[in-house]
């Protein structure tokens, strides 16, 4: 990220500590996909309001309507999310998606996911369809909240970002990890739905990736965009002896 200030001074770089918070744009043909196949099978869509903390009324199961072109998509963006803060060496296991048709007035409580498979995980939000609006805010108009999707984590300290709220476009997909806060406000004045579809992946420690000549070897791969295969990691330390890891 560059951008020309005044004095000729150059911002070059922003780096932030603490968890990141990614955003992909997905093709509008894959949105309108979900959109049809849930419309079509909406009648025999299974409830998931057991297992959500949303006052919603209408939260389906979407396990088994998904296609394969649909689990690669969401499989990429995850895997990009653990390549971006060099943590490729988990592998994603998709777990439960479903679909929430908010209406007016209904909201998402600020919660956290979890998994009876795995301690770390990664969330996502897909925003399908959005009303046209939200409704006129009480107070603040300058900040609004209505229909936001909102997530609060990392450093409390004064001079950080601890809260960040997202006015999701069709198309937008948003990944973070299991143990961020986040909710959705309620919306108002509008007959039509806000929907959203969200997919969590559990991550597993991989003991199986390919086998590396090198320390260098290693760095390189970490930081390359090529996927790592999945053979015994095999890790040389400086003597040259083999040095199993975990990573």
Sequence with gaps: MKKNLPHGVVLDNIQALGTLI???????????????????????????NDNLAGQIKDEKEM????????????????RTYLKTIHKQF?????????????????????????????????????????????????????????GFLEMNGGDQAILSVSQIRANLQPGEL??????????????????????TLSWNCDLHKIHKVRKLKSMDELIEAMYSPNELTHDDLTVPNEKGNKDERNT
């Design 174 to 195: 948003y990944v973070f990890p299991y143990q961020v806060l986040h909710g959705v406000y309620p919306f108002f004045e509008t007959k039509e739905t806000r929907r």
């Design 63 to 78: 396990i088994g309507y998904m296609t394969e072109e649909h689990r690669e998509i969401f499989l990429t963006c995850f």
């Design 90 to 146: 988990w592998e994603c296991k998709l777990g439960p998606v479903w679909i929430n048709d908010m209406k007016v007035g209904e909201y998402n409580p600020h919660h956290t996911h979890m998994s009876p498979d795995s301690e770390l995980g990664l969330t996502s939000v897909l925003m399908l369809k959005k009303p046209d609006t939200y409704g006129a805010e009480i107070s603040r108009e300058g900040e609004p909240t209505n």
């Design 22 to 48: 990614t955003r992909f744009k997905i093709p509008m043909k894959i949105v309108n996909e979900i959109n049809e196949t849930y419309d079509k099978y909406l009648e025999e869509l299974v409830p998931a």
